[in-house]
């Protein structure tokens, strides 16, 4: 089986430092991490800035369909760039009606699309708590899946968890400038104010949710034995 994965930069592959002119700290989206995590191929053909209008008509919805196999899984991230265009990407609007016809493509196809909710804005407020910043779009991929039967990872609220449960400083070493700020480099104003995209720590992290994440959905366990009644003897013992 191979794991295709369609959406935007949050989930694409590496830029090997470019954008930070440091190679020691990428910019890189979950994906990139998600092969090393499991058994399956892993095919990354998420780009950036890509919406879910874009992503079919630049054609790289094309590629990820020309190369489904029965069986195969399609995770589908969209909704940080459709929310820039809300006349013709709303999230109830073109957006929902997109992520429709992609699900419907992968089940055509005789693969299994899964649906992921947008990886959150690292934006803590002045008070410390930390800001949403997608509107209703992780609100209407969370009612497709269940209108549809489809899978959902929510990334908004494990992200959510992820940044607050580090803090507001310990989380900016997630993010290019918070690691090279950690190495001691020098880091460009666009880059220093970029708490969107991961280095290698925050895509590992998220990385490592999706796969297990993953796993649930397979039902990979779901035959083991509870340990609940070994763990009682064991302690009685």
Known sequence: MTIHLAGDSTVAPTDHGATSGHPEVPLLGWGDELAALLDDDVRNLAIGGATTRS?????????????????????????????????????????????TEFVTEVRDADARPVLATSVERRWFADDGSLRWSHGSYPATVRSLGKELDVPVIDLTVFTRWLYAWLGEAAS????????????????????ANDNTHFTTAGARYVARYVAEALVSIDGVHDGTEPMGAAIMAAQQG
Request: net charge negative.
């Open 172 to 191: 900016a070493a997630l993010f290019p400038h918070g690691a090279a700020a950690q190495a001691g480099l020098a880091v460009d104003d666009a880059l």
């Open 55 to 99: 992503f079919r008509d630049e054609g790289h919805w094309d590629r990820v369909t020309e190369a489904l196999r029965p069986g195969d899984t399609v995770i589908i991230q969209f909704g940080h760039n459709d929310q820039k265009d809300p006349a013709e990407l709303a999230a109830e609007g073109g957006y929902r009606r997109r992520l």
